[in-house]
Protein backbone atom coordinates (compact mmCIF):
# COMPACT_ATOMS: atom_id res chain seq x y z
CA UNK A 1 0.00 0.00 0.00
CA UNK A 2 1.40 3.59 -0.90
CA UNK A 3 0.40 6.12 1.55
CA UNK A 4 1.24 9.79 0.60
CA UNK A 5 1.58 12.14 3.69
CA UNK A 6 2.11 15.88 2.79
CA UNK A 7 1.84 18.84 5.35
CA UNK A 8 1.59 22.33 3.77
CA UNK A 9 3.17 25.27 5.44
CA UNK A 10 4.77 28.57 4.07
CA UNK A 11 8.68 29.37 4.41
CA UNK A 12 7.34 32.81 5.95
CA UNK A 13 5.02 31.62 8.81
CA UNK A 14 7.21 30.96 11.82
CA UNK A 15 5.15 28.06 13.03
CA UNK A 16 5.90 26.31 10.09
CA UNK A 17 9.89 27.22 10.95
CA UNK A 18 9.86 25.05 13.60
CA UNK A 19 7.17 22.45 12.55
CA UNK A 20 9.55 21.18 9.80
CA UNK A 21 11.56 19.31 12.09
CA UNK A 22 8.66 18.34 13.94
CA UNK A 23 7.02 16.76 10.73
CA UNK A 24 9.98 15.01 9.87
CA UNK A 25 10.52 13.30 12.54
CA UNK A 26 6.98 11.88 13.08
CA UNK A 27 7.05 10.69 9.51
CA UNK A 28 10.17 8.56 10.30
CA UNK A 29 8.52 7.02 13.12
CA UNK A 30 6.17 5.46 10.43
CA UNK A 31 6.47 2.09 8.60
CA UNK A 32 9.06 3.16 5.53
CA UNK A 33 7.30 0.78 2.80
CA UNK A 34 5.28 2.72 0.85
CA UNK A 35 5.43 5.57 2.58
CA UNK A 36 5.64 9.18 0.54
CA UNK A 37 6.04 11.75 3.09
CA UNK A 38 6.20 15.37 1.40
CA UNK A 39 6.59 18.48 3.03
CA UNK A 40 5.09 21.21 0.77
CA UNK A 41 5.88 25.35 0.68
CA UNK A 42 2.60 26.57 -0.94
CA UNK A 43 3.97 29.11 -2.42
CA UNK A 44 7.55 27.43 -4.10
CA UNK A 45 4.99 24.86 -5.07
CA UNK A 46 2.04 26.44 -6.12
CA UNK A 47 1.52 24.53 -9.47
CA UNK A 48 1.40 21.41 -7.43
CA UNK A 49 -1.34 22.75 -4.06
CA UNK A 50 -3.74 23.92 -7.42
CA UNK A 51 -6.41 25.54 -6.45
CA UNK A 52 -6.99 24.56 -2.52
CA UNK A 53 -6.65 27.53 -0.33
CA UNK A 54 -4.63 26.96 2.45
CA UNK A 55 -5.90 29.13 5.45
CA UNK A 56 -4.44 27.54 8.63
CA UNK A 57 -0.56 26.61 8.53
CA UNK A 58 0.19 23.69 9.09
CA UNK A 59 -2.35 21.48 7.37
CA UNK A 60 -1.93 17.78 6.75
CA UNK A 61 -3.44 15.91 4.00
CA UNK A 62 -3.18 11.53 3.66
CA UNK A 63 -3.87 9.92 0.62
CA UNK A 64 -3.79 6.58 -0.41
CA UNK A 65 -4.00 4.76 -3.75
CA UNK A 66 -7.78 5.72 -4.03
CA UNK A 67 -8.81 7.92 -1.54
CA UNK A 68 -8.30 10.90 0.75
CA UNK A 69 -7.94 9.77 4.58
CA UNK A 70 -7.67 13.03 5.95
CA UNK A 71 -7.05 16.64 4.97
CA UNK A 72 -7.13 19.55 7.63
CA UNK A 73 -5.50 21.93 9.81
CA UNK A 74 -4.01 20.61 12.83
CA UNK A 75 -2.77 22.38 15.73
CA UNK A 76 1.44 22.40 15.84
CA UNK A 77 1.99 20.07 18.46
CA UNK A 78 3.62 16.98 17.66
CA UNK A 79 1.84 14.64 19.30
CA UNK A 80 -1.14 15.67 17.52
CA UNK A 81 0.56 15.28 14.58
CA UNK A 82 1.29 11.59 15.73
CA UNK A 83 -1.85 10.75 16.99
CA UNK A 84 -3.49 11.99 13.81
CA UNK A 85 -1.25 9.95 11.57
CA UNK A 86 -1.28 6.52 13.68
CA UNK A 87 -5.28 7.09 13.18
CA UNK A 88 -5.23 7.40 9.66
CA UNK A 89 -2.70 4.62 9.14
CA UNK A 90 -5.35 2.20 10.33
CA UNK A 91 -8.57 3.76 9.60
CA UNK A 92 -8.93 3.63 5.37
CA UNK A 93 -12.02 5.29 5.91
CA UNK A 94 -12.17 8.48 3.19
CA UNK A 95 -12.18 11.68 4.64
CA UNK A 96 -15.28 14.41 3.65
CA UNK A 97 -12.76 16.89 1.11
CA UNK A 98 -13.38 18.89 -1.60
CA UNK A 99 -12.43 18.72 -5.51
CA UNK A 100 -9.26 21.12 -4.31
CA UNK A 101 -7.95 18.50 -1.91
CA UNK A 102 -8.66 15.37 -4.51
CA UNK A 103 -7.14 17.27 -7.05
CA UNK A 104 -3.83 17.92 -4.70
CA UNK A 105 -3.73 13.92 -3.84
CA UNK A 106 -3.98 12.81 -7.52
CA UNK A 107 -1.35 15.04 -8.07
CA UNK A 108 0.71 13.49 -5.12
CA UNK A 109 0.50 10.10 -6.61
CA UNK A 110 1.68 10.79 -10.06
CA UNK A 111 5.05 12.43 -8.26
CA UNK A 112 5.49 9.16 -6.57
Given at each position: ???????????????????????????????Q??????????????????????E???????????????????T???????????A???????????P?????AA???A??
Amino acid sequence: MTLHVACLCAAWCRTCENYRQVFEAACAELPQDGLHARWIDIEDEADLVGDLDIETFPTLLIADEEKVRFAGPLTPQPETLRRVLRAHLADATPARVGPEQLALAARLRALA
